[in-house]
Structure formats: C-alpha cells, structure tokens
C-alpha cells in the first residue's frame, strides 16, 4: 500500500513539475505562428503582433497577445482593418495534439475595429476569399463566395471589452461611430446561430442591445439570412425582425420604434426644439421596412405621437438629397400643441371676462427660419377627419404638399369647415431671402362670424357666402409679411348682420334731420361700439385692393330692408386700424329691399374708424354734410306742405 501511495505522489509532483515548466516547455512562438498561419490561411488577411506574448496552462491553456494588428483589405483607407491592446486566446488542450486546431475563446481589450466599403463598394468585412470557392460569374452572384463543407470556425465566445468601432462608407463619405463597447459575440459554429449582446456608446449615449443571426456562413456566401434585433436605451427602443440580402443592401421586415421624448432626441441630435410642455413626447411607430439600395419604403405605417394617430405609408430616397412620397391619415389632427406659443393659445390659459376690454392686435416681429425647406424634397398627402390650428378648426380635409428645391406648393384639394367647402393653394419660396409667399383661395358657403372669429378674431360679420382671395408678401417675420401683403380679398354673403351698430336706428335719427329737428337727434349721434346692437342685411358684397399691407375698398354694397348702403375706404393691418365711411340710403318705397326702385332717397354718411380692438361708428356729420342735410330737410319740407295743402 505505502508502495501505491509512492507512485501516486511521484505522479501528483511530476504534474506540478510539469503544470510549472509548461510554459517554458511549450513554444510560444510555434502557437503564435500556428494561430497566424490559420487567420491568414482563412481571411487572406495578416496578423501581427508588435507587443508582447504570454502563454499560461492553468487552469486553461491561454495565450496572450498585445499590441495586435489585423490587415485591412489592400482598398482599404488605412492599413489595419482593427487593432487591440490585447488579444487572450482560449484554446482547448486536446486541439494541440489532435489533427484539428480550435479555438474557445477570444478575449479582446480596448479594439480598434473598422468596417468600411472602398469607392467601388467592396466590403471589407468580406475575409473568406481564400477559403471560398469562387462560383461562376454571374450578374446575380458576381459577389458571392461559396464555403467549402467542410470549413468551419468555432469560436464559442468572443468577448469585446472597451474600444471603439468606426463604419466608413468609401463611396459617400459617411463614417460612423461606437464606442466602449462592451459585448459577447457567440459563435459556436458558422452555420449555427450567431448572437451578440452587450451595450455601446454612440454619441455619449448608451444602448443596449442583443442581436441574432440565423446562420453566418449565409452572410459570408452573400445569401439572404434572417436577423432580429432589439435595441434599448433612455431615448429609443428598437425592435427588428426580418431577413438582409445581397450583402446589406436589401433588407426588410417588421419594424418597431418607441419612445418617451422626441424633444429629447432632438436635443440628443444638436437639435433645438423649442416645444411646449405637452407637444413632442411619446411616440411609438410600427411598419413593414423595406430597404432596398437608397430606397427606404414604410407600409402599414401605425403610429402615435402624444395624442395624434397617424396611418398610412411612404418612402424615402436617401441618396444624394433626401426625397420624401407619402400618403397620411392624420385622424383628428389638434396642431396646437406643435405651434409657437406667439400663435397658438396655451390650454391653461385663462379666458377673459366677456366684458374685458379687447386687447390690440401686436403682430409678431421674430424672424422665421425657413432654410429646412432647402434639405429635402418631397410630395406628401395628407388627410385628416379634422384639423384644429389655433382657434380655426376643420372638417374633413385633404391636401397635398410638394417640396423641391426649397419652394413648397401647399394645396387644398378638400375643404369642409364654417359650414361651407373650399380649394385653394399657397406657394412658399424660400430658395432666397427674403421668403415669399403666395396664396390663391376660394371658399363657398362659408359661415361668416365663427370663420373671421377663430382666423383673426374679428366677430362683427355674420351671414353666409363666399370669400376669395389672390395674395403675395415676402418677409422674415408676421409683421414683415403683414406689412408686405399685395393682392385682392372679394367676398359675397347673404342674409346676415353687422355688430356694433343699429344703422336703422341712425337712419331714423335721420329722419328727425328731415324734420329739421337737429336738437332732437343730437345726442346718440356719436356712439362708440356696442355689441348688443347690429344692422341686417340680405346682401353684402365688395373687395379689398391690397398694397403694402393697406387695404382699399370702393364698391361695398349692403341691401337691407328700407336702405341701400354704399362704402369706400380704407383697412390698414400693419397699424391694425379701420378707416371707412359708409353712405346710408332711404328707400323711397315702402317696397323695400325687392323694389325695382333704385332711389335711395335721403342719404346718411357713416363713419367707422379706429383700432380693430376698439371701433367707433357714427354718423358723419361734419359742417359740409350737416348744411347739405339741413338744405335737404328743407327741400322735403316743402313738398309735403305742396302734397299737404296743393
């Protein structure tokens, strides 16, 4: 027994002993020149090692390699395709002795990895030329390569720690990069799944992320494979299932993003996007992706922002200058929450008193940036059940917008909203400053005071008709456009009412003049306005010649009920001020309005002047116009005496 017990103990020092010298025993070098000679052998491709070599035997054999540099393809922009600080080789010990050698682990610190494409788009990631065989050429498989069956790569784990690694497109330019990486790449076999976990850093921003490929061997051999992707970080989520062929360059499949905070991407971006609390938020976009060449195409297109639902489908052609088709349904569209406080109301906002005073009108002078005009083309319909943009709010609508060359063509095809119908279109050029813009409207049985009200604010006309309107300005700013509008408004609207004055009540005032009893009618002739009276009418027609902002009518016309009332003058929207006078007719007959009778009789001059916040009427009785009235009164004196007595 103590003979046994010898023998084992002689055995356990030799393998000490033997555990101890292995690293002096074993060569290095030969291993190191073994495991070169296989790379290059696979990949066509060199490995150097310009730092120092370790080889340990406990408890795995491992080889350590510093300094490492992998060969770049000979198009390639620089000599090394990637470098490390170090390289750990896991090799299993029965590989050493048996006729095939593996290997069981990489362990790469601080890499240096490029993946590029040269000016004729070869891919540098392509490393099995010399293993593969070469198919006969064909237009369809002029890049494929073939693996032989019985060539394989086991590497079981390839764990990356730290580092950086770049894409460089040789043909445009566009490089790319990921940092500090921190990820394991499974790879039991080439023609088994491939995965990577792990996190990176792109733009001092983290993600993780977990990618699997069905079967390498098929990315080598330039077959179509099937890939899933899921990536996650505080910004975005990212999730994608679907197939990659003709090496990248076709790849579709179900495409899925999410996130709490556009405006937070943006800023991620460089991107200031001066939001409102409730605007740019969460969104979620789901769609099927096809990729195909500089082509991006999106159908089923199902996604949210805040509260706004969008469907429908688009692409996207990344070449040279981004292009944009797309065909959207915007549901209920509320634009408010997207638009600058200076124009939109804030939901919180608390609504003043019906009787506090109005406030004027102060057009904004912040200049507008509409260079973003100039970074891509496109033509884009859209649709919506209803649209709310400030007070204004719609009804069914379509239209179609189309982008080239930094000038937009925005036009109306469908327009429901006040009741009535509408087409129009608006021009923006903003290829040279400063912008112009051009609109060309018209709109058909439209309600008056609720259109006027929610557009400018102005509730004093009420009825239905038509509004048209031809109009340009060019500007930087609200006032700068405002102070340059050129072009011609017309409207025609029917059995309606103006607020803020009872002219009736002024022409039966006037009849008082007739009277000759000025004494009678001298107060009340003088009145601010009043929102409680207001005048009827069956028709009101008429337009505004604008230059320069100012507005200038001369052939108003109102028809109502035992009157006739012509107008001229003057709307300046720069100053926000209304210079009109209005001349009030009697009609003689007492067949009123649908007398074929054009006699007005005794005529009565209006006044309407001032702020558009604060308009005063009143009747025009300057010392010219109150000796004609008192000549007039006159004149009908004696003829109803002449009637009266013969």
Avoid: C
């Avoid at 080598?220 to 970080?233: D, W």
């Avoid at 639902?309 to 959207?328: M, T």
């Avoid at 059995?495 to 009872?502: F, S, T």
Wanted: net charge negative; hydrophobic share 40%.
């Amino acid at each position: 027994m103590k003979t046994i017990f010898k023998v084992i103990g002689v055995i356990l020092i030799l393998l000490i002993a033997l555990i101890v010298a292995a690293p002096f025993l074993i060569p290095t070098d030969a291993i190191f020149n073994k495991v070169s000679e296989q790379v290059e052998q696979t990949t066509g491709r060199s490995l150097t090692i310009q730092g120092d070599k370790s080889l340990s035997v406990f408890p795995s054999l491992k080889l350590e390699l510093n300094d490492v540099h992998f060969a770049n393809m000979q198009t390639g922009s620089r000599p090394d395709m990637a470098s490390m600080q170090q390289l750990a080789i896991h090799i299993p010990w029965f590989s050493l002795f048996g006729g095939e050698f593996k290997l069981e682990k990489f362990v790469i610190n601080e890499p240096n990895i490029l993946l590029e494409t040269d000016k004729s788009g070869k891919a540098n990631w392509q490393l099995f030329d010399a293993v593969a065989k070469q198919p006969e050429a064909s237009p369809q498989n002029s890049e494929a390569v073939k693996l032989p069956e019985s060539f394989d790569i086991e590497l079981g784990e390839v764990a990356i720690y730290g580092g950086s690694f770049t894409y460089l497109d040789g043909r445009t330019g566009v490089q790319q990069q990921i940092s500090d990486l921190d990820l394991a790449i499974l790879l039991p076999s080439l023609r088994m799944e491939l995965e990577i976990k792990g996190a990176i850093t792109y733009m001092q921003e983290r993600f993780e992320l977990d990618v699997k490929v069905d079967t390498p061997a098929k990315v080598i051999e330039g077959n179509t494979f099937n890939v899933t992707k899921v990536l996650s970080s505080r910004l975005v989520d990212v999730d994608f299932k679907g197939s990659i062929a003709k090496q990248g360059q076709d790849i579709q499949g179900q495409l899925s993003l999410s996130g709490d905070s556009v405006k937070s991407i943006a800023n991620w971006q460089g991107i200031e996007l001066n939001a409102k609390e409730n605007a740019f938020n969460a969104f979620n976009v789901k769609g099927k992706m096809h990729l195909q060449g500089e082509k991006f195409t999106l159908t089923e297109l199902l996604a949210t922002l805040d509260a706004l639902q969008i469907k429908g489908s688009s692409d996207i052609n990344l070449g040279k200058r981004l292009a944009v088709n797309a065909d959207i349904d915007l549901g209920m569209l509320d634009l408010n929450p997207y638009l600058p406080e200076v124009v939109a109301k804030n939901e919180d906002e608390v609504e003043p008193a019906a009787d506090a005073p109005a406030q004027p009108i102060v057009w904004d002078d912040t200049k507008l940036d509409m260079s973003g005009l100039n970074s891509l083309d496109a033509n884009i319909v859209i649709r919506s059940s209803g649209l709310k943009a400030n007070d204004i709010t719609l009804g069914a609508n379509q239209f179609t917008v189309n982008l080239k060359d930094a000038v937009a063509n925005l036009s109306l095809d469908k327009f429901a909203a006040y009741e009535g119908n509408g087409k129009g279109k608006v021009t923006i050029n903003a290829k040279q400053t400063p912008y112009k813009i051009t609109t060309d409207f018209s709109l058909d049985a439209i309600d008056a005071q609720p259109l006027l009200t929610d557009a400018a604010g102005f509730d004093k006309l009420m009825g239905k008709g038509s509004l048209n309107w031809d109009l340009t300005t060019s500007g930087y700013s609200q006032k700068s456009f405002i102070n340059a509008l050129q072009g011609k408004l017309a409207f025609e609207f029917a059995d309606g009412a103006v607020k803020g004055a009872n002219i009736a009540e002024m022409v039966r005032k006037g009849k008082e003049l007739i009277k000759g009893n000025l004494g009678a009618v001298s107060e009340g002739l003088d009145t601010g306005f009043d929102n409680s009276e207001q005048t009827d009418f069956s028709a009101l027609t008429g337009s505004f010649n604008f230059r320069n902002g100012i507005g200038k009518n001369t052939d108003l016309s109102m028809l109502s009920p035992l009157i006739r009332i012509s107008g001229e003058g003057d709307v300046d929207l720069p100053m926000t001020t209304v210079n009109y006078r209005l001349v009030t007719g009697i009609v003689d007959s007492l067949e009123g309005q649908g007398t074929t009778d054009d006699s007005t009789g005794f005529k009565i001059p209006i006044r309407i002047e001032g702020p558009f916040h604060d308009v005063g009427i009143s009747l025009d009785v300057s010392k010219a116009a109150e000796d004609e009235v008192k000549e007039k009164a006159k004149d009908k004196i004696k003829d109803k005496l002449k009637g009266l007595f013969g």
